[in-house]
């Protein structure tokens, strides 16, 4: 059963691929297997599954991959994905800085930033605050926090006029 | 109209705080590597904090200043802002034109534009495992499903060029049971790429010995004008199968899409669903941070296998990714809020199936043997979800249509 197991997924990549040439990799390391983390977690699903099953390459973490001869990337060490989070952050901290010293423009984005999650946990109520700070203000940041980019709001604006 | 429009943008500068912002992001946190990637983000979330806000102008300004310093061909921040912030600039620019945001693919591609995203699509399958983990996962579902069937109608919602179903078709002929029939009816945009893709599959399944149908239908089954072309005969089970992607759109109206669903009574559906929710309520910037989240993890995964000069790795980016950016970014939002199928589907009566067991075994033995590290796989109440690192990026789940009552 294992055996015809490995040959149906060698087959389905075979097929999958009808360029079978594989990408060429400089210094091609040994392939991983793959092994099975089993866990116990409770759910209130009412899908009746305890296990929380993750399969997942041996060594992906903990192995330290050559540096691609070709590669001169000035990020070997701070995978892109961890930059940008690390950028949202700061995006965040400072536009909630000048959201709290007044800026109406930067309540609304506080607020989205907010009912979003983006740069700070997820919190609706904090985001409806900072909206409804932001429209005491000015009346209609309700109308510009939902609209596209591109809109400009007046205090006498109708939405029919939009559709 | 384009004076008029001028006029309506200038009470916009007389908000000199905002005009004058500009983010000062300390480095202490990150070696020197990482500064140029900081500052080219920051300018990037900069411009998309000025087209959020309504300050056009500014994030024009800031674009320029953009496209100095980044490129296609240059490291991977580089490349992501590029991306990202030539869908920005879509977005600006139709602004300015229309103060509207047009809706995904108004019109249906050009079959040149079909063939050239087919053609990167196959590139991708060839330096990623995302293609893969989709037709794969949907196979092995649809073979358990079919267990104890002999005539199958399978439809497509988006069939391209029809690589899933090769693979199914040899596990089905490897049965004990023969079957009686097989057809499969493809939506596509174009006639000839339809047929030609039918040709295709026709060839295999008669190298086989399995009888074989396919039946095109040039359009999405949204707009379908005609439903009875979907029309079931006695004693098929009927399996519907959908890949998601954001490079046109698929289903048209979504509504019509879930009745036509529902009404078909299917056996199984099959769903492949990005982790890209952005339903903040069409929040322009909740909707820009996440891909950019999104992308820059894939970007990541497939600069970690290609050198920077990867021929393969460009095409991928530009057609592939680099469309599906622009279409969240400049064209996301407006008036069709995007549908949480999930709900959607539990909604109208499917319940889940669950991928655990066969499905997720060889979903792995897939991922084992494949060169690429890095990638993770879950299964999570009955889905499974392909990640990269501690990212989520695909999710395959699997419904049936409720029994009678």
């Known amino acids: ?163 | 109209m384009t004076t008029k429009r001028i006029d309506r943008d200038l009470p916009s500068s007389d908000d000199p705080s905002s005009a004058k912002r500009r983010i000062e992001f300390p480095e202490e946190t990150l070696e020197n590597d990482g500064a140029a990637a900081i500052k080219l983000l920051s300018l990037l979330l900069q411009c998309a904090e000025y087209v959020a806000t309504d300050h056009l102008r500014e994030a024009s300004t800031l674009l320029s200043e953009i496209s100095e310093i980044c490129s296609p061909f240059g490291s991977s921040p580089e490349r992501v802002v590029a991306y990202f912030a030539q869908a920005l600039q879509t977005r600006v620019i139709s602004s300015y034109l229309s103060g509207a945001c047009s809706p995904l693919s108004e019109k249906p591609l050009t079959v040149v534009q079909s063939q050239k995203i087919f053609s990167a699509l196959q590139t991708y399958n060839s330096v990623s495992p995302l293609i893969k983990f989709s037709h794969f996962t949907a196979n092995q579902a649809i073979f358990q499903a079919l267990d104890g069937e002999d005539s199958v109608h399978i439809i497509d919602l988006d069939v391209m060029q029809g690589l899933q179903w090769p693979a199914l078709f040899h596990i089905l002929a490897s049965r004990p049971r023969k079957l009686r029939s097989i057809r499969i009816t493809g939506f596509g945009s174009s006639s000839d790429l339809l047929a030609s893709t039918g040709r295709r599959l026709a060839d295999f399944a008669s190298s086989l010995n399995l009888p074989f149908e396919f039946h095109p239908i040039e359009g999405i089954i949204g707009n379908l004008i005609d439903p009875s072309q979907l029309a079931t005969r006695q004693g098929e089970a009927v399996v519907v199968h959908w890949m998601q992607h954001r490079l046109y759109d698929v289903t048209g109206n979504n509504l019509e899409t879930l009745e036509i669903l529902r009404r078909l009574k299917p056996n199984l559906i099959t769903v492949v669903e990005q982790e890209l929710s952005y339903d903040d309520g069409g929040s322009f910037l909740g909707r820009f941070v996440e891909a950019l989240h999104y992308y820059s993890a894939l970007f990541d995964a497939l600069g970690d296998g290609l050198g920077e000069e990867s021929g393969e790795r460009f095409t991928v980016e530009q057609i592939v990714l680099g469309t599906e950016i622009r279409n969240i970014v400049a064209h996301g939002g407006g008036r069709r809020k995007r549908m949480k199928w999930k709900e959607e589907l539990s909604r109208v009566g499917f319940r889940p199936v669950s991928l655990r067991g066969n499905p997720a075994t060889q979903a792995g033995l897939l991922l084992g043997m494949l060169p690429w590290n890095g990638y993770t796989l879950v299964e999570e109440n009955g889905t499974l979800r392909l990640g990269w690192k501690d990212l989520s990026l695909l999710t395959a789940s699997a419904w049936k249509s409720q029994p009678f009552d």
């Open chain 1, 1 to 163: 059963m294992g055996k015809s197991m490995v040959r149906f997924a060698e087959f389905a990549i075979r097929l999958s691929s009808e360029n079978p040439t594989r990408p060429h990799r400089p210094s091609p390391s040994p392939r991983n297997k793959v092994f099975v983390k089993k866990t116990t977690r409770d759910t209130t699903s009412h899908l009746d599954y305890s296990n929380l099953v993750k399969l997942e390459k041996a060594g992906s973490h903990s192995g330290s991959n050559p540096a691609p001869a070709s590669g001169s990337d000035p990020i070997n060490r701070v995978p892109l994905a961890q930059v940008v989070e690390d950028c949202v952050r700061r995006w965040f901290q400072d536009t909630l800085k000048e959201a709290k010293s007044g800026d109406v423009g930067m309540q609304v984005l506080v607020g989205q930033m907010y009912c979003s999650g983006y740069g700070i946990p997820k919190d609706e109520n904090k985001g409806r605050a900072w909206i409804n700070k932001a429209s005491r203000t000015r009346s209609s940041a309700w109308q510009v926090s939902d609209k596209p980019p591109g809109y400009n709001a007046s205090d006498s604006d109708s939405n029919d006029k939009k559709d």
